[in-house]
């Protein structure tokens, strides 16, 4: 890890990014996998101001004031739905959400033709939560605003990744280590890697910010060529352990699973679940980390969830709110006609 100084977040103009639109050159965030490098930190940059902001007790700005943002959440969702909502509120956008089992898609309407209705109403941002992958491409495809992937089958989750990203850089400079990036840092991310849409984006993205990736799983539960993409391979969760900084847990996507994909809970418990006494193996102050929500008893284990000086669980919800306010500002830039970015 290289040290910075993140007291006051650098901007476009600091000469540290490419100036407006380049800084970050994409209409939608459907994916890390079309970041480059640059883009990713230009993100979590931004998010800092985010950060302290919803620190203070006034929290609202008008950054967005005349600005409509649809969330469209055809799967279940408390954290990413709720800081999408929150983010939006507290930029200043009208903000509305449309739940899937509430709407006509109940009726049968088409991906596609919800999309050409929420177009109609002429939003200026939608938020897009599908259990099939690449929907949210599909929907980019048809509407005239900036698209945001909350979350896409065993595809990408995007904003998870970022907020991610940033909760471990808190969590680093908190400990004196300034984190420029990620450089040196041996992360685990163990689970249900197969249907996992936050292993892949973190896997994206902690390699473009330089951190080695352990990828942990039962074998059934391993996509086939990891190693093809720069990631190590682990069926033993004590060797993936040995020496790791970082430990990101996964629950199993049993709504995904189509047949059994471990012999039981308590035998993958055994096997794969987080214990203090497993985490010994690794380094000696690792982080844990959890997107949510978790199956305690299952994949971790409550002394090792609420541990205050080596858990960031509830950090990472808490920077997932500064991440999707940021996500929101530089993607309704060229909308709101911000220079350089039109
Ligand atoms: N991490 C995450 O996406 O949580 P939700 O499903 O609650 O949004």
Known sequence: MTSTDNSSPPTASSGRFPAGRLAFAHRDLTGIGQLERHEILYLLDQAEQWVKLNRKSSKHTDLLSGLTIINAFFENSTRTLLSFEIAGKRLGADVV?????????????????????????????????????????????KVDCPVLNAGDGSHE????????????RH????????????TGLNVVICGDILHSRVARSNL????????SVRLCAPPALMPDGVEAIGAQPFTSFDAALAGADVVMMLRLQTERMAGQFIPSAREYH?????????????????????????????????????????SIITQQVEMGVAIRMACLDV???????????A
């Not at 089992?101 to 938020?127: C, Y």
């Not at 969590?171 to 990620?182: K, M, P, T, Y």
């Not at 994206?204 to 951190?211: E, I, N, P, S």
């Open 270 to 310: 055994h096997l794969y679940g987080l214990t203090q006494e497993r985490l010994s193996n690794a380094a000696p102050d690792a982080l844990v980390m959890h997107p949510g929500p978790m199956n305690r008893g299952v994949e971790i284990d409550s002394e090792v969830a609420d541990m205050l000086d080596r």
């Open 204 to 211: 994206l993205c902690l390699q473009a910010l330089g951190a």
């Open 331 to 341: 993607l309704t830039r060229s909308a709101r006609g911000v220079e350089g970015w």
């Open 97 to 141: 959400n449309m739940h899937a089992a509430q709407s006509s898609v109940k009726k049968g309407e088409t991906l596609i033709d919800t999309a050409i209705t929420l177009n109609a109403m002429r939003p200026d941002a939608i938020v897009i939560r599908h259990g099939s992958s690449g929907a949210t491409q599909l929907i980019a495809d």
């Open 157 to 168: 989750h995007p904003t998870q990744a970022l907020l991610d990203a940033l909760a471990l």
């Open 171 to 182: 969590a680093l400079q908190l400990r004196g280590e300034s984190a420029e990036d990620f």
